[in-house]
C-alpha cells in the first residue's frame, strides 16, 4: 500500500509512546535545568483514526552486484524458464539459489517508510512506522 498526504489511516496495533512527557516550553521544571515529568505514559489505542499529514520515504540503496544478478536471473527465469533448455534452466536455478543471501541481505537493508499522522482527536504522531497503519 502507498501512503499518501490525506489519506485517512487507522492504527493497526495498539502504541505506547516511550520517553519523558513534559510540558512544551516549560523553563522552570527541575532546578537542574532539566523540564519536569508531568505524566507516565501515553498510550494509543488500536483503531484510532486520523490522515496523513506527510510520507516520508527514503531513497532505497542500490542492491550489490551480486542481489543485482538475483533479480536479473530471477526475473529471467520467470519470464523464459519455460522455454529454456533443461540445462540451461537448471544452471541458472542453481545461480539463484547460489545468490539467494545476497538478495536477502539487500531486501534486509530496505528503508522504513514513515508518516507523520494527525489523529482526530488532534495527537500528532511524528515519524510512525507506516506498517502499523491501515489505509481507510
Not at 59 to 88: H, I, K, N, T, V
Not at 115 to 126: H, K, P
Amino acid at each position: 500500500m502507498t501512503f499518501t498526504r490525506g489519506l485517512r489511516v487507522r492504527l493497526a496495533v495498539d502504541l505506547r509512546v516511550a520517553g519523558t512527557v513534559t510540558v512544551a516550553g516549560d523553563p522552570a521544571g527541575d532546578p537542574d535545568g532539566e523540564p519536569e515529568a508531568v505524566a507516565g505514559a501515553l498510550l494509543l489505542g488500536a483503531g484510532a483514526e486520523g490522515v496523513v499529514e506527510r510520507v516520508d520515504e527514503p531513497e532505497e540503496p542500490r542492491p550489490d552486484p551480486r542481489a543485482a544478478e538475483y533479480e536479473r536471473l530471477a526475473s529471467l527465469l520467470e519470464s523464459f524458464g519455460a522455454q529454456m533448455p533443461a540445462a540451461s534452466r537448471e544452471r541458472a536455478e542453481e545461480q539463484v539459489r547460489e545468490l539467494a543471501p545476497a538478495w536477502e541481505a539487500y531486501r534486509g537493508r530496505r528503508p522504513v517508510v514513515t508518516a507523520r499522522v494527525r489523529l482526530d482527536g488532534g495527537l500528532v504522531l511524528e515519524r510512525v512506522r507506516t506498517d502499523v497503519l491501515t489505509a481507510l
